[in-house]
């Protein structure tokens, strides 16, 4: 899904996706755990549920651990970030079908619940709009979306970013080198206001849009087909 930053073509970033993620997401594991329990509220006990952007496995992992009897498809256009997931999802692969593409690809099956983290903010605005009225239109009225991503909030967004990039460095602290990250992924990164954001989500057909997550750049949303 990824347009105009593709980070994914760099197969160093594919093999150290796994170990660095969780280092530069504050709190990934707790957004995953939210995640599960904002789409449980709505999902039926054995749900299908849709992951976009899949790339890596480790939603799939954290939700299908924490839900046995949940399904998954997961789509993702990347070819190496879909084949660390297919690894890495092999224990529970009897409950998971990966597809490569973006959600275009996806059967236009009714699913309980869907997810899309770590992925709209490589889109712009109309790519984001296509994303969520194709993920909408494969949702169960009712039914859960959660997202969260980088983005521009109500602020500075270099400066957001660059607070993130300070962040995800474990070493010597340099709000110089951190600077210069922020100033370059907000060149990089199609951002846009939080109001913005929500305001997508509901031109897709989305309602309560609600937002359950804020760390530095990223924030996450819940809102309901």
Avoid at 40 to 59: N, T
Avoid at 62 to 72: G, H, I, T, V, Y
Avoid at 121 to 128: A, G, I, Q, Y
Avoid at 155 to 164: F, K, M, V
């Amino acid at each position: 899904m990824p347009h105009r930053h593709d980070p994914f073509a760099n197969t160093a970033l594919v093999d150290t996706y796994i170990a660095d993620t969780p280092r530069k997401v504050p709190g990934l594991a707790d957004v995953h755990r939210m995640t599960m329990l904002l789409l449980s509220e709505c999902a039926r006990k054995d749900a299908d549920i849709l992951v976009v952007g899949a790339g890596g496995g480790m939603e799939l992992i954290a939700l299908a651990e924490a839900q046995p009897e949940w399904s998954f498809v997961g789509v993702d256009p990347s070819g190496p970030m879909l084949e660390l997931a297919r690894r890495n999802v092999q224990y529970i692969v009897q409950r998971v079908e990966l597809i490569k593409g973006t959600i275009e690809v996806v059967s236009a099956d009714q699913f309980d619940g869907a997810t899309c983290l770590l992925v709209l903010h490589f889109l712009d605005k109309s790519e984001r709009l296509n994303t969520l009225m194709q993920i909408h239109r494969r949702l169960k009225p009712g039914a859960r979306l959660v997202v969260a991503h980088h983005s521009a909030g109500t602020g500075d967004a270099a400066l957001w970013l660059a607070r993130s990039a300070a962040f995800a460095d474990r070493g010597t602290l340099s709000w110089e080198m951190a600077s210069a990250t922020g100033d370059a992924l907000a060149a990089a990164l199609p951002l846009i206001p939080a109001s913005e954001e929500e305001a997508l989500m509901r031109e897709a057909g989305f309602g309560s849009v609600e937002l359950f997550y804020s760390a530095f750049s990223f924030k996450g949303w819940v809102a309901t087909a």
